[in-house]
């Protein structure tokens, strides 16, 4: 089972969900735990390492099961519906491709489950926003290249392209202050080295390159 099938067939309706729709007192610390979690769970699939991935699995579900709960507050609200829906499935598609030692796969997964999170959460403003959206854009690129750059050559453009837009709104943000210009500088060299990427081996370390800056830009906030 590849799980960029999935990806394909629930990318628009990921990339469109541009307005939080899962918040209520209790909600956003819930999430902000599994953002991490799920941000955990890629590198320990990655890593192959079978008792941390279990560990965190088992913490995302309960985390989505108290989710679950903290819906029954507001019933009415579809979207949210929708949303707990798709985050199940991914779960569902994580345990599925983890017990096949499918780790690539799961971690695609996984890293689906993040986005949905980021999208879902409430944040400070626009540019801890996109600077948690890069951090997902940076694992979407390493992650479809090592399953199959073939395969996901479509889908690999259109994060580049995601990439690129939301690098341009936090550069603008960051060169406000001009202390910032080196990160500047060293985020538009990065997209434009990924752009120009001639090779998957390149493209997977060049977003590799990428995540780490961005917690660089995270820490400049």
């Not at 499918?102 to 879902?120: D, F, R, T, Y």
């Amino acid at each position: 089972m590849k799980c960029y099938q999935y990806v394909c067939a629930l990318a628009m309706a990921l990339m469109l969900s541009t307005q939080p729709s899962m918040a209520d007192d209790n909600v956003p610390a819930t999430l902000a735990d599994m953002e991490q979690h799920a941000e955990q769970i890629v590198g320990a699939l990655l890593a192959r390492d079978e008792a941390t991935s279990r560990a965190l699995y088992l913490q995302l579900t309960r985390e989505m099961n108290l989710l679950d709960r903290q819906a029954l507050n507001n019933p009415a609200d579809e979207r949210r519906s929708r949303e707990l829906l798709m985050a199940h499935s991914w779960m569902r598609v994580i345990a599925i491709e983890t017990g096949d030692k499918s780790w690539i796969e799961a971690a695609v997964a996984a890293n689906q489950l993040s986005g949905m999170i980021i999208q879902a959460s409430h944040f400070p403003g626009l540019m801890q926003r996109d600077v948690a959206w890069l951090a997902y854009l940076a694992r979407e690129m390493e992650l479809l290249t090592l399953e199959d750059p073939v395969a996901n050559a479509d889908l690999l453009n259109l994060r580049l392209l995601t990439l690129e837009s939301t690098w341009q709104r936090v550069g603008s943000e960051l060169i406000k202050n001009f202390k910032n210009k080196p990160l500047l500088m060293e985020g538009d060299s990065l997209v434009a080295a990924m752009k120009a990427s001639k090779s998957p081996a390149e493209t997977v370390v060049l977003a590799r390159k990428m995540l780490a800056f961005n917690g660089l830009v995270e820490k400049a906030l």
